[in-house]
C-alpha cells in the first residue's frame, strides 16, 4: 500500500470547540449554528454557561444532542473555559465567543496547517461588524488590519501587539495544557498571554483570509480600551516577575513598555476613565521596564504607531 494512500485513510483530527457563555440569550444561537455549520464537522461542541440569569440555557438546550451544555457559578470566561477543556477531547481546541461567529470553512482551512507538529496555534483573520447578528453592519476593519499576523517562532513579536484573534483560534490542546490554560487573574486579555506562553515553546501559523466575524460593541467585555490594558499590564507584570529567562524577560519589558504609552494614549484621548490614575499607571510600568532603551522604544513606537495608521488609511 502507498504512502499516500495510507495517509488518506488516517482519520480527520478531533476538534473540541469551547463556548464560554453569560446572559446572551439573544446571540449565542448564532455563534452554535455557526460551528454546527462547519464542513469540518468538530467531535464535540462544549458550552460552557458561566452562571447566566436569563433564557441562555434554554436557548443552548434547543440545540439538543450535538452541544454539551456545562453549568458553572459565575466566575468569569476564562474560568469557563478552562472548565471547557478539562472536559474536552479533542487533539485540538477551538474557541467561540457567544457573539462571534466562524465562517463554515474556518475549521477546514486550520486544520491542514496543523499536520507540521511543531505548530501549536493556527489562527485567521476575522472581519469585524457593529452588533451580533446575521448581516450586522462591517465597521471596515479587519483583525489582520489592525495588527498584522506573523508566522512561525513569533514570540518576540508580541512585543508589538497581540496579533492572535481568539474566535480564530485552532490550538493543539496539549500545548495550552501545558502552559497552564488561561489565567484566571483577570476577567479580560489572558488570551494575550496564554498566546505568547505558547508562542514561546513552538511555531504559530495562520489561514491568509477571514474566516470569523467578530463583533465590537459596548456590551463585548473586552471593549473597555483603559480596562483592557490596565488588565494586560498586570498580567504580564506578573508573568515578568516569574521569568527567570533573560531573552524572555527583554520581549516582556518591551511589551509592557509598549502597553504603557498605548494606555498613555487611551488616557489622553479619554478612553481611560474605567482606570484609577492611568497615566500614572502608565509612567510607572514605563519607568519600571524601559530603563535605558526608553528613548529608542519610544521612536520604535511612534513609527510603529504611524505604519499602523497609514495602513489603515489605505486599506
Avoid at 109 to 133: I, N
Wanted: contains cysteine; aromatic residues 8%.
Amino acid at each position: 500500500m502507498s504512502s499516500d494512500h495510507r495517509r488518506n485513510l488516517t482519520p480527520d483530527p478531533h476538534v473540541s470547540v469551547i463556548l464560554a457563555v453569560y446572559n446572551r440569550e439573544g446571540s449565542v444561537g448564532r455563534a452554535i449554528r455557526s460551528v454546527l455549520a462547519q464542513t469540518y464537522v468538530p467531535f464535540e461542541i462544549i458550552v460552557i454557561d458561566d452562571g447566566s440569569t436569563d433564557g441562555t440555557c434554554g436557548v443552548v438546550e434547543g440545540f439538543g444532542a450535538p452541544v454539551k451544555l456545562i453549568t458553572q457559578a459565575h466566575a468569569g470566561v476564562y474560568a469557563a473555559r478552562n472548565l471547557g477543556l478539562r472536559h474536552a477531547r479533542g487533539e485540538f481546541v477551538a474557541f467561540i465567543d457567544s457573539d462571534d461567529a466562524w465562517l463554515p470553512d474556518k475549521l477546514a482551512a486550520q486544520v491542514p496547517l496543523m499536520r507540521r507538529p511543531e505548530v501549536g496555534v493556527v489562527f485567521g483573520d476575522t472581519v469585524h461588524v457593529s452588533a451580533p447578528h446575521e448581516n450586522a453592519p462591517r465597521t471596515g476593519l479587519t483583525s489582520f488590519g489592525v495588527a498584522p499576523p506573523r508566522r512561525g517562532r513569533v514570540a518576540d513579536r508580541f512585543a508589538r501587539c497581540n496579533f492572535v484573534p481568539t474566535c480564530a483560534v485552532l490550538v493543539r490542546r496539549r500545548c495550552l495544557e501545558e502552559t497552564g490554560g488561561f489565567s484566571e487573574a483577570s476577567e479580560v486579555s489572558a488570551d494575550y498571554l496564554a498566546w505568547f506562553r505558547i508562542a514561546l515553546r513552538h511555531e504559530l501559523d495562520y489561514v491568509d483570509r477571514v474566516v470569523a466575524e467578530y463583533t465590537v460593541h459596548a456590551e463585548g467585555i473586552s471593549f473597555a480600551l483603559g480596562r483592557s490594558l490596565a488588565a494586560r499590564i498586570a498580567l504580564f507584570s506578573a508573568e515578568l516577575a516569574q521569568t527567570a529567562d533573560p531573552a524572555t524577560r527583554a520581549v516582556l519589558r518591551r511589551l509592557l513598555f509598549n502597553l504603557s504609552l498605548h494606555l498613555a494614549l487611551a488616557a489622553l484621548r479619554g478612553r481611560a476613565r474605567d482606570v484609577s490614575n492611568p497615566l500614572r499607571l502608565a509612567w510607572r510600568t514605563a519607568s519600571g521596564a524601559s530603563g535605558l532603551a526608553a528613548a529608542p522604544w519610544s521612536v520604535a513606537f511612534a513609527a510603529e504607531q504611524l505604519r499602523v495608521r497609514t495602513r489603515r488609511l489605505f486599506s
